[in-house]
């Protein structure tokens, strides 16, 4: 146990080595009074697992790291980001709970990477998110929980990722496009009760999304099959207007809001006409999370 530390553990270019079933506290106030709680730098093929941190910086930060998985953490109350990367290629990263912190998760400038059964909740702020994704291509991101965060998943120059069987409860945007994001798959992923499923700042669009199921999805099924007989369309004006003027959303729950919604999805003019999911499922995902 490693109690009131400015920094934890600080490795750097090293191989083949385990940090494991560590519990690491601070008392971090601010990001330029405080350390890490793991803090790895230049090393490829380690293990990160099983530990508990909170109350640092960033609860876990790697840079340059290659081939090594961070499993079955805690980091919960730390100031910035419960699992900061960036430049690191060919990981994984599974059953970590990340919870109350400034952010979840970081991911920046980094390829081939696996993120599934991760728990990212009650990350709230005002530019806070579940799992903020910059410059990531080849990924996948499957199996995850994203419950009651600002923005569940935070998008911006991304491609090539396939986002599969995760769930999104009761987040304020459960995806959210920032930049440029191309050839992305979302399917049989849970979308459940958010404020906006989707947010999107272009009218062009390069992704596919196909299979999901949505709560706020209203079309029927005649032929019951379990696919709707209508596209469902998860981009509201609303949120393209929210977008260009935060401050309208004190009118989320208003009845305005309700009829420019609907005159938008039967005839698109803001939005992206060819984002639909054109084969949204009917029944809530149940799998085993």
């Known amino acids: 146990m490693l109690d009131n530390v400015f920094y934890g553990f600080i490795i750097q270019s090293s191989k083949y080595g385990v940090i494991q079933n560590n519990r690491v506290t601070g008392n971090a106030k601010n990001e330029a009074s405080s350390g890490n709680g793991v ?52 990981n994984e990263y599974h059953h970590n709970e ?57 998008i911006d120059g991304c491609s090539r990722i396939n986002y599969q069987n995760n769930h999104f409860v009761r987040n304020g945007w459960a995806i959210k496009f920032t930049g440029g994001c191309y050839l992305n798959i979302f399917n049989y992923n849970n979308f459940l009760s958010n404020s906006f499923d989707l947010s999107y700042n272009s009218r062009l669009n390069d992704n596919k999304f196909e299979a999901n199921y949505w709560s706020e999805y209203t079309g029927y099924d005649l032929d019951k099959n379990g696919i709707g007989d209508v596209p469902y369309r998860p981009v509201k004006l609303f ?32 939005t992206p006409d060819q984002l639909v999911d054109a084969q949204p499922i009917m029944k809530k995902i149940n799998d085993q999370f």
């Open 98 to 154: 990340f919870k109350n912190n400034g952010a979840g998760v970081a991911v920046m400038f980094s390829k081939f990477i696996k993120m599934h059964h991760n728990t990212f909740h009650f990350n709230w702020g005002s530019s806070s998110y579940g799992l903020l994704l910059k410059e990531i291509n080849d990924a996948e991101i499957h199996h995850n929980y994203f419950e009651q965060n600002t923005i569940a998943i935070n």
């Open 39 to 90: 803090h790895v730098w230049k090393c490829k093929q380690l293990r990160i697992e099983q530990n508990t941190v909170s109350g640092m910086r960033d609860g876990i930060y790697l840079e340059f790291i290659n081939k090594s998985s961070v499993s079955n953490n805690t980091s919960k109350n730390n100031v910035r980001y419960g699992l900061h990367f960036m430049f690191s290629n060919n």
């Open 239 to 270: 949120s393209y207007i929210v977008n260009r003027t935060p401050e309208t959303l004190v009118l989320l729950r208003s009845l305005f809001v309700d009829i420019i919604n609907f005159s938008e999805k039967v005839s698109p003019v803001f």
